[in-house]
């Protein structure tokens, strides 16, 4: 293989294609920042808190709904293979819904009162349906994505922060449930505007032959993505736990404004790299390029912020926000730094399951897991006051970004020893599904 063979998939990484994705996050996302000033004057911290409580439990269990098709659909060989998986997925996230509808309504008195959020025992039912919208877009991506079909990921991502606005500011007469409905609402409304989940006819056999060819992923990927969104949510739910709803509810605005342009643009980059880097692998060819290209640039994005936000939040958050809520700028001063590591490496974080590495991501998610809920555990229960708290879980952010991008790097420079068995896979399944 050349030299110019070798840099060619690193030079896939075309502004146009994340831009078309980033465009369409910026109008939904966007959005909701924009309206973050008035939803604080609509809703009190304790909502905040009961949001980021039901943001966190819909978001880990919706993960590990899919079964981990949602990972597997990308380096599926064909469509047949595809309709299949999601037809596993589809099924499992019903399931997993009805579930946690039985648990929800079971439970609901005891986690409104432990988690001090009285709206999850009035309207238990919240739960369950973000359950549903969590894991059937996390489908939708993943076959968006597949397909680098990236106008249609840019309008989902369009749709859902629309929908998710509109529901917060005219909801907000139903109390808590205006805002933690959100969620649900805008998920919904993305999954159903593209349409990508509409039913189309799947064998039996093709959905066992699909299990079996990818029962690595369905086995092992369900526990990694549920710890892994466990890893982003556990802070939250141990922070509403051990210093009540309003502590939670300055952090969570902190996590909100950081978290969204963050999440949009490390979602965009994502969504293009999950397809790019699909693509790749099922055609043996070198990821390495790539990967180097994306951390460079997602860097020095990420460095901007860290200035930006030192230098500016305390002040923007008390004129934004009300004076109430200047507490939380200086939390993102503290924060930010782990916020810049993450939006460097976290797109690549699939890479290590696409490569056949699925037992090193579950490890790594598991070890994020235990450190950042050590962080945030370990410091509260000594008292430690809420700015060492962060610091603590800032560092432990860092560290696990850290060891993720050391992990991603290894296996860039590895994945050929996987091209023959990959490759002849995508053939052989070529073969076998050809109609």
């Known amino acids: 293989m050349t030299t110019r063979q070798r840099r060619r998939p690193g030079r896939r990484f075309r502004l146009p294609a994340v831009a078309t994705i980033l465009g369409g996050t910026l109008v939904g996302q966007g959005l909701v920042i924009v309206v973050s000033p008035l ?45 299949a998986l999601a037809w596993i997925g589809t099924v499992s996230v019903a399931l997993v819904g009805v579930v946690a509808g039985v648990a929800a309504s079971s439970l609901r008195d005891p986690v409104a009162e432990r988690f001090g959020t009285p709206v999850l025992s009035s309207s238990w039912w919240i739960v369950p349906v973000t359950i549903v919208a969590v894991g059937a877009q996390r ?14 990921l840019g309008l989902r991502n369009a749709v859902q922060g629309v929908g998710q606005t509109a529901w917060n500011v005219l909801g907000a007469w139903a109390g808590p449930l205006g805002l933690v409905g959100g969620l649900a609402v805008g998920r919904a409304l993305a999954v159903l505007g593209v349409g990508v989940l509409r039913p189309r006819r799947s064998s039996f056999d093709a959905v066992l032959q699909a299990g079996r060819r990818h029962r690595r992923f369905l086995l092992v990927s369900p526990w990694s993505a549920v710890a892994n969104v466990l890893g982003q949510q556990a802070p939250s739910l141990l922070l509403a736990a051990l210093h009540g709803a309003t502590a939670a509810g300055l952090v969570a605005l902190t996590m909100r404004v950081l978290g969204a342009p963050v999440g ?30 994306l951390v460079g640039r997602l860097a020095v994005a990420g ?11 305390p002040a923007a958050f008390r004129a934004v926000f009300g004076s109430e809520w200047a507490v939380s700028g200086e939390y993102a001063r503290i924060m930010v730094p782990a916020f810049a590591v993450q939006v460097a490496v976290s797109p690549l974080t699939q890479l290590l399951a696409m490569v056949g590495r699925q037992t090193a991501q579950l490890l790594w998610d598991v070890g994020r897991l235990v ?6 555990a370990v410091p509260s229960v000594i008292g430690a006051p809420m700015s ?11 560290a696990a970004y850290g060891t993720m991008l050391a992990l991603v790097i290894g296996a860039g420079q590895q994945e050929v020893a996987d091209v023959p068995r990959v490759r002849h896979v995508e053939n052989s399944d070529r073969r076998r599904f050809r109609l």
Do not use: K, N, W
């Not at 980021?52 to 990972?71: E, Q």
């Not at 979602?267 to 990821?287: E, I, N, T």
């Not at 450190?371 to 945030?376: D, F, G, I, M, Q």
């Open 39 to 83: 939803l604080t004057r609509l809703y009190d911290p304790r909502d905040f808190g009961a949001l980021a409580v039901v943001t966190a439990i819909a978001s880990v269990i919706g993960a590990g709904a899919t079964a981990g098709t949602d990972r597997a659909v990308v380096v599926a060989a064909d469509d047949r293979t595809v309709r």
């Open 139 to 152: 489908i939708v991506s993943a076959i968006l994505a597949r397909d680098e079909r990236h106008r249609a």
């Open 264 to 293: 949009m643009l490390a979602d965009a980059v994502a969504q293009y790299a999950a397809g790019a880097f699909g693509r790749l692998v099922r055609g043996g060819r070198p990821v390495q390029p790539l990967v180097v290209r």
């Open 303 to 313: 460095a901007v912020g860290v200035v930006v936000v030192v230098a500016a939040a």
């Open 371 to 376: 450190l950042t809920a050590a962080a945030v």
């Open 388 to 398: 060492i708290v962060l610091a603590s879980l800032a560092g432990a952010m860092i």
